[in-house]
């Protein structure tokens, strides 16, 4: 069943993947060229703590999904938000215009997570969820096959061409909605 995507004039874009693939600093970067502003759900999630417990075994908080999209419906419902998070399909998909799902090599994603210090577990767990493609899969089946654009985010010229691609599309968004 169909649903209804709002009519936004500035349109929201959902930037997802596995932790590593450049959601942040692709957002960052799409947000100074664009002027569309950068939503770091991560950060809201600790800095609100939107939990509903701890996970030991998996070293992972839970996350509470009700007060999360509540926390974010104003902001989604005024438009042109660029959001980044590393799970996509929670979100109501009448918020996004656009989804990009950035992949990374895994020898790549490898060695930007022990850069930042992840765990092996968490690393093992991380690598898994890339080269099953968990997030990709997710994307699909949560939105409408034309909004979903997977990107490749191994090289910062890869990263480049992304925002450029997306400035290209919010380009012809406005056009259309002019
Ligand atoms: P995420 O938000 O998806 O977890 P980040 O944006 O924090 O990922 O990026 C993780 C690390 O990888 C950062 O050090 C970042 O500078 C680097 N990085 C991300 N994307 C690229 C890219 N396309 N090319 C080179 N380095 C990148
Ligand atoms: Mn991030």
New binding site residues.
Partial sequence: QPIEIPDRPIPNIL?T????????????LIAQVTGLQHV?V?AIVKAKQLHEGYLEEFDTHVLDEDKLIDELEDTMTEGGKIV?F?TCEIFPERWFDLVIV?R?DTA?LYD??E??GYNKRKIEENMECEIMQIVLENAHESYEPEIVVEL????????ES?VERVKQWLDAYRARHA
């Fill in positions: 930037v993947g596995t932790p590593g693939t450049g959601k942040t600093t692709t957002s960052e770091n991560g980044d590393h950035l990374a790549t930007r997570m850069k930042r490749q985010s191994n090289t910062v010229d890869d990263m992304n």
